[in-house]
């Protein structure tokens, strides 16, 4: 019983210790979900669509049709399947993000005639 209290009495200044470090990592984490929760959210140029279209025939993409709409600039245009894998990978490279998307193949051989919105 003496031995449990002598023991008892050598933990508990490293109890604080722990206590204290861990309240001080907690409260810098705190502050950390503080600054990221009141952050203002980074504010891009909106994307206009006759840059976008200039972006689109660099990259060697023909649109038919290119407007702006309420959520973004909408595309429509007729791609090999390479060509829609290379769109898309281009437009994640670019950061721009697809709000809507619709595409098909009517004749079965892998041209898609797709409608996206891009923001």
């Keep these: 019983m003496l031995l449990g209290i002598v023991v008892l009495g050598l933990l ?3 109890v604080k210790r722990a206590q204290s470090l861990l309240l001080t990592e907690w409260s810098r984490l705190r502050y950390l979900a ?5 952050e203002a959210p980074s504010r891009k140029a909106p994307l206009s669509a006759e840059v976008f ?4 025939v660099s990259q060697g993409f023909k649109p038919e049709t290119i407007r702006g709409v309420y959520l973004g600039v909408e595309v429509e245009m007729e791609l090999s399947w390479r060509d829609l894998a290379r769109l898309l990978s281009w437009l ?4 721009l993000r697809i709000k809507a998307f619709h595409a098909e193949d009517p004749s079965g051989e892998g041209n898609f005639r ?4 891009v923001g």
Aim: cysteine-free.
């Design 12 to 14: 508990v200044p490293e």
């Design 34 to 38: 503080y600054l990221l929760e009141t």
């Design 53 to 56: 279209k200039e972006k689109l």
């Design 92 to 95: 994640n490279a670019q950061g």
């Design 114 to 117: 797709i409608r996206m919105i």
